[in-house]
């Protein structure tokens, strides 16, 4: 009966859509554009005059101390995990104009691949997209690997040791009791963890103070992610994939404005739904 109930509310949502999708989709290019261009010209916040803030952090790691002078929302601080921190380090031999010029490639890559099916998405999106492309953040690659975590489940050690809580879509397979995908997505992560420990083991008594001391554990953390885990519930329980990348970007551990590109992995999740059953084992 339930499932019955989900069909007939996905049947009339799609000829709701139909009739009313392209005005609405019409709107929000227009609310997007005028959005970016009140930001840019009228709050006077230009992201292209800070270009590679969040990249030069990722460049310019001291492995030794990465977290010295460290703290949520100061200027090009490292504030990942020691793992991701270890991964980078090699990168800091070239310029960082060089660097960021690679990273931006990347970026720009993930977006066209992304965004294929709707590239109506841009302009909807064109603040936080600008946003992120300028400043650097990890967000697109985040995208990327909540898209890919359904083919390969170990895609989700990135997001898991970045930004730590979107770790919360790893729910789905727990969920569905795909037991393999959760146990190749929290084996390759551990295992991730325990050879960068061993490499620093300092390092990872630093992050951990740092996350203790983070003044985003007051920001209704702790509520979001509660919420975002019954919504990843939700996704697992109906099929639909597309409602993780939601939940991730609900559970961030602080939301920025370009925080909102991981939203555009809903477009490749939006037709991809699980072909096995509910209690198929994994």
């Keep these: 009966m339930a499932r019955a109930a989900t069909a007939d509310l996905v049947r009339g949502s799609g000829e709701r859509l139909a009739r009313f999708g392209r005005p609405a989709r019409d709107a929000l290019v227009v609310i997007g554009i005028l959005r970016a261009l009140y930001y840019f010209f009228v709050q006077d916040i230009k992201p292209w005059e800070f270009a590679g803030v969040d990249a030069r952090a990722y460049w310019g790691i001291d492995l030794a101390h990465p977290y010295v002078g460290s703290g949520v929302g100061d200027v090009s601080t490292y504030l990942y995990s020691p793992a991701f921190a270890q991964l980078m380090a090699p990168f800091s031999a070239l310029p960082f104009p060089v660097f960021f010029a690679l990273w931006t490639t990347m970026s720009v890559m993930i977006l066209v691949w992304l965004v294929r099916p709707w590239p109506w998405a841009v302009p909807i999106l064109i603040l936080p997209i600008i946003y992120e492309l300028c400043v650097g953040n990890v967000h697109f690659l985040v995208a990327a690997a909540i898209v890919l975590g359904y083919r390969v489940s170990a895609t989700w050690a990135f997001p898991i040791l970045t930004k730590i809580t979107p770790g919360v879509g790893v729910g789905w397979f727990l969920v569905r009791r795909e037991w393999r995908a ?17 490499l620093s083991p300092s390092a990872w008594a630093d ?3 740092l996350l203790l001391a983070s003044p985003g554990r007051s920001q209704l953390l702790l509520i979001r992610v509660i919420g975002a885990a019954a919504l990843v519930a939700v996704g697992a329980w109906t099929g639909w994939r597309w409602v993780v990348p939601i939940a991730v970007w609900i559970a961030l551990p602080i939301i920025w404005i370009n925080s909102w590109v991981i939203l555009l992995a809903v477009i490749r999740l939006r037709e991809r739904q699980a072909s096995a059953s509910f209690g198929a084992q994994g």
Excluded at 184 to 191: E, F, I, K, P, S
């Design 207 to 209: 992050w951990i103070d």
């Design 182 to 198: 959760l146990a190749l997505a929290l084996g390759v992560t551990g295992a991730i963890v325990a050879v960068s420990f061993a």
